[in-house]
């Protein structure tokens, strides 16, 4: 445990001096700050709440509308912090409570909302009533709160169902009692590190609740939940009757993910929610079997947002992107949820990685590809992507039109994954490598001590201060495009495009006098010019009424 006071700093006020906008989440552009990569300001190679506050700014002048923090709570750390031992304070890793009243501050008077992890599925197996429940042994209370079970086999030898872990192995490990015996199990979906809550029990109800009110006292805007499609488990936890379950990810109601007994939980969120001024917000992490269940966690009376992993995971195609995206506005229609767009985040190789390789292989891949056709790709996309209807998520770096390192050395790894062979990939490492900000230095600006993860050679050149002020690099490509986005009144908040005639292999749609076009193709093509240029990620030409746009190229233009 971190040694820090268990109270919350004198509730701030500076929530009053973020900028009063009206739904502000229904087109609001968050970016994904992940500490540990982020910016370091005490040298010890790993990022921390004082260095993102000190970039604050650059945050401000980037254009974006909130900052979410992935988990900076106290934790063993098994799971880069998505193991939390302590709700209620900051890892010494990455600060104090002041520090993060501090950054809470600072943001709100920049204009900045600030986001938090939650993580309601699982706790660290270093949380109190965790490590007071092996302690006690067999029919202690506490192991209620999780889900302890006895082994099946003549000696309780075997896990007590065939649920797999997302990590690879089985969901169940087998303790060792009090007395020096093996005995009972119990769940984790996730490393054993990361024992599962049981839902069923209300203590564990009463705790998040205090919890979220801890936060929101604190002044956060808001808490993107973890595993949101978590927590509930079926009603006796049944076998799943088949192997290689990970497949079925995505493609299946599991027995333990997508319960609709979550609702009625996040119902009483809700309510604590809107008793606080501001409109703070919940932002579900829900991957479910299609985006219309994914509809179900946006109800007016649940979450505000949820992840749409469906379009995370689609093709640089047109065709799919047109699918995806009119799939996606349909099943929010009905329930008044803006949609979400997401290329990357903490969990997937990175997006301009991703689109240098053929398709198929995935979000999470090992191999670097064509880097000038990622790059290419990756700045069309944003621009696309940035267009639709609704709000739009930045992951940190993705800016510098950052790649996956896929050359990390097996023995600096950390990702739980990659030692669990069965599980995931296990290569997330590659795009959690720390940011460069400057040319030189020894971790190229992210702090004067290395880096956690090695960073690649020639990254400075990638840098903030490289791109800065330079014509037609990524990072000014962003800063344009989301001011362009503020300043357009067609852009934003919405629930449908206009779809037009376009050449096969491009996307066309208009929104009021705003017109976008994104050729996914890998050749040039001639279309009718729509008005005038707003912006293009890459050099289009314009004669006589007609637009030539370049390969793998999307085009803003206006009416107005």
């Given at each position: 445990m971190s040694q820090q006071p268990s109270a919350a700093p004198a509730p701030t006020s500076a929530v009053a001096t973020v900028s009063e906008r009206h739904d502000w989440w229904r087109d609001a552009v968050i970016y994904q700050v992940y500490p540990r990569s982020f910016a370091d300001s005490n040298g010890d190679g790993m990022g921390d709440l004082e260095g993102v506050r000190t970039r604050l700014p650059y945050l401000r002048d980037l254009g974006v509308d909130a900052v979410w923090l992935s988990p900076f709570y106290a934790s063993p750390q098994a799971d880069a912090g998505y193991d939390v031992a302590d709700y209620r304070a900051v890892d010494p890793m990455f600060g104090t409570l002041l520090d993060a009243d501090a950054l809470i501050r600072d943001a709100h008077a920049l204009g900045l909302r600030i986001i938090v992890d939650l993580v309601p599925n699982h706790s660290s197996d270093q949380y109190d009533w965790f490590k007071r429940a092996l302690a006690e042994g067999p029919g202690s209370p506490l192991r209620?709160?999780?889900?302890?079970?006895?082994?099946?086999?003549?000696?309780?030898?075997?896990?007590?169902?065939?649920?797999?872990?997302?990590?690879?192995?089985?969901?169940?490990?087998?303790?060792?009692?009090?007395?020096?015996?093996?005995?009972?199990?119990?769940?984790?979906?996730?490393?054993?590190?990361?024992?599962?809550?049981?839902?069923?029990?209300?203590?564990?109800?009463?705790?998040?609740?205090?919890?979220?009110?801890?936060?929101?006292?604190?002044?956060?805007?808001?808490?993107?939940?973890?595993?949101?499609h978590g927590m509930v488990k079926a009603e006796g936890l049944p076998d799943l009757g088949s192997h290689e379950q990970l497949k079925l990810l995505g493609n299946d109601v599991m027995p333990f993910f997508d319960q609709d007994g979550v609702h009625a939980i996040y119902r009483q969120w809700r309510r604590i929610l809107d008793e606080y001024s501001g409109e703070r917000i919940f932002v579900a992490e829900a991957w479910t079997p299609t985006v219309e269940r994914t509809a179900n966690y946006v109800r007016p009376d649940e979450l505000h947002q949820a992840f749409n992993f469906q379009y995370l995971g689609t093709h640089w195609d047109a065709e799919e992107l047109r699918t995806v995206i009119d799939r996606t506005l349909d099943a929010m229609r009905p329930v008044g949820a803006p949609a979400t767009w997401v290329l990357s985040n903490h969990d997937v190789t990175r997006h301009a990685t991703r689109f240098a390789n053929p398709a198929g292989l995935g979000t999470q891949i090992r191999l670097a590809g064509d880097r000038e056709l990622g790059l290419r790709r990756a700045r069309a996309a944003t621009l696309l992507m940035l267009a639709l209807p609704g709000s739009a998520y930045v992951y940190q770096g993705e800016e510098l039109g950052l790649p996956d390192v896929v050359d990390l050395p097996d023995e600096v790894r950390q990702d739980p994954a990659y030692f669990r062979g069965a599980g995931q990939d296990g290569f997330r490492d590659g795009c959690r490598v720390p940011i460069p900000w400057t040319r030189e230095g020894s971790s190229y600006g992210f702090g004067n001590g290395g880096s956690w993860l090695p960073q690649p050679a020639g990254w400075g050149e990638l840098s903030v201060e490289a791109q800065t002020g330079e014509p037609g690099s990524t990072l000014e490509l962003y800063r344009e495009a989301l001011a362009v986005r503020r300043a357009t009144a067609d852009l934003g908040a919405g629930d449908a495009v206009e779809w037009l005639r376009a050449p096969e292999g491009v996307v066309a749609f208009r929104r009021g006098d705003f017109v976008c076009v994104a050729n996914t193709t890998g050749e040039s093509v001639a279309l009718p010019a729509h008005g005038r240029v707003l912006l293009a990620s890459g050099e289009i030409t314009e004669t006589s009424g007609e637009a030539k746009v370049p390969a793998d190229t999307t085009v803003w233009w206006t009416r107005a």
């Amino acid at each position: 445990m971190s040694q820090q006071p268990s109270a919350a700093p004198a509730p701030t006020s500076a929530v009053a001096t973020v900028s009063e906008r009206h739904d502000w989440w229904r087109d609001a552009v968050i970016y994904q700050v992940y500490p540990r990569s982020f910016a370091d300001s005490n040298g010890d190679g790993m990022g921390d709440l004082e260095g993102v506050r000190t970039r604050l700014p650059y945050l401000r002048d980037l254009g974006v509308d909130a900052v979410w923090l992935s988990p900076f709570y106290a934790s063993p750390q098994a799971d880069a912090g998505y193991d939390v031992a302590d709700y209620r304070a900051v890892d010494p890793m990455f600060g104090t409570l002041l520090d993060a009243d501090a950054l809470i501050r600072d943001a709100h008077a920049l204009g900045l909302r600030i986001i938090v992890d939650l993580v309601p599925n699982h706790s660290s197996d270093q949380y109190d009533w965790f490590k007071r429940a092996l302690a006690e042994g067999p029919g202690s209370p506490l192991r209620d709160r999780y889900h302890f079970r006895p082994g099946k086999g003549k000696n309780g030898e075997l896990p007590p169902n065939d649920w797999e872990s997302i990590f690879g192995g089985p969901a169940w490990t087998r303790v060792t009692e009090p007395d020096g015996t093996p005995g009972e199990w119990y769940l984790h979906l996730f490393a054993p590190e990361q024992p599962d809550f049981n839902w069923e029990h209300p203590a564990v109800g009463d705790e998040f609740r205090s919890i979220l009110r801890f936060w929101l006292d604190m002044g956060v805007d808001g808490f993107r939940i973890d595993v949101a499609h978590g927590m509930v488990k079926a009603e006796g936890l049944p076998d799943l009757g088949s192997h290689e379950q990970l497949k079925l990810l995505g493609n299946d109601v599991m027995p333990f993910f997508d319960q609709d007994g979550v609702h009625a939980i996040y119902r009483q969120w809700r309510r604590i929610l809107d008793e606080y001024s501001g409109e703070r917000i919940f932002v579900a992490e829900a991957w479910t079997p299609t985006v219309e269940r994914t509809a179900n966690y946006v109800r007016p009376d649940e979450l505000h947002q949820a992840f749409n992993f469906q379009y995370l995971g689609t093709h640089w195609d047109a065709e799919e992107l047109r699918t995806v995206i009119d799939r996606t506005l349909d099943a929010m229609r009905p329930v008044g949820a803006p949609a979400t767009w997401v290329l990357s985040n903490h969990d997937v190789t990175r997006h301009a990685t991703r689109f240098a390789n053929p398709a198929g292989l995935g979000t999470q891949i090992r191999l670097a590809g064509d880097r000038e056709l990622g790059l290419r790709r990756a700045r069309a996309a944003t621009l696309l992507m940035l267009a639709l209807p609704g709000s739009a998520y930045v992951y940190q770096g993705e800016e510098l039109g950052l790649p996956d390192v896929v050359d990390l050395p097996d023995e600096v790894r950390q990702d739980p994954a990659y030692f669990r062979g069965a599980g995931q990939d296990g290569f997330r490492d590659g795009c959690r490598v720390p940011i460069p900000w400057t040319r030189e230095g020894s971790s190229y600006g992210f702090g004067n001590g290395g880096s956690w993860l090695p960073q690649p050679a020639g990254w400075g050149e990638l840098s903030v201060e490289a791109q800065t002020g330079e014509p037609g690099s990524t990072l000014e490509l962003y800063r344009e495009a989301l001011a362009v986005r503020r300043a357009t009144a067609d852009l934003g908040a919405g629930d449908a495009v206009e779809w037009l005639r376009a050449p096969e292999g491009v996307v066309a749609f208009r929104r009021g006098d705003f017109v976008c076009v994104a050729n996914t193709t890998g050749e040039s093509v001639a279309l009718p010019a729509h008005g005038r240029v707003l912006l293009a990620s890459g050099e289009i030409t314009e004669t006589s009424g007609e637009a030539k746009v370049p390969a793998d190229t999307t085009v803003w233009w206006t009416r107005a």
